[in-house]
């Protein structure tokens, strides 16, 4: 994915201090999918969606299992939280047992 807009310059977060808003949403269904930022890149970026989850290299969408068709979504704010203005970060998809890295241009295209 490439979002030709850069990380904004923020106050307030430690080390984190550029933003870049990116919605995230997650087909419904009885399972649940974690987000991962990889280890090598931890000191370099991190995540946050859903409401007052914090600034995390990690995180879990739960299942509910309520949806009656597969096309249902749920949608999540948050985004990205940076060292520079610009990255390409990875970020790794699991669900059940299997998963796939995505990388995500922030200011600048992945190679």
């Known amino acids: 994915a490439y979002m030709s807009q850069g990380a904004v310059h923020v106050d307030g977060f430690g080390r984190w201090r550029y933003w870049h808003k990116a919605g995230m949403v997650v087909r419904a269904g009885k399972f649940t999918v974690t987000v991962a930022v990889p280890k090598a890149w931890r000191s370099r970026a991190a995540i946050t969606w859903g409401n007052r989850l914090g600034i995390v290299n990690s995180l879990r969408f739960s299942g509910c299992g309520t949806a ?44």
């Open 68 to 111: 009656p068709l597969v096309s249902e979504w749920n949608a999540y704010a948050g985004g990205f939280y940076l060292r520079a203005p610009s990255a390409c970060v990875p970020l790794v998809f699991r669900v059940g047992h299997r998963s796939t890295t995505v990388r995500f241009g922030i200011g600048r295209h992945c190679s």
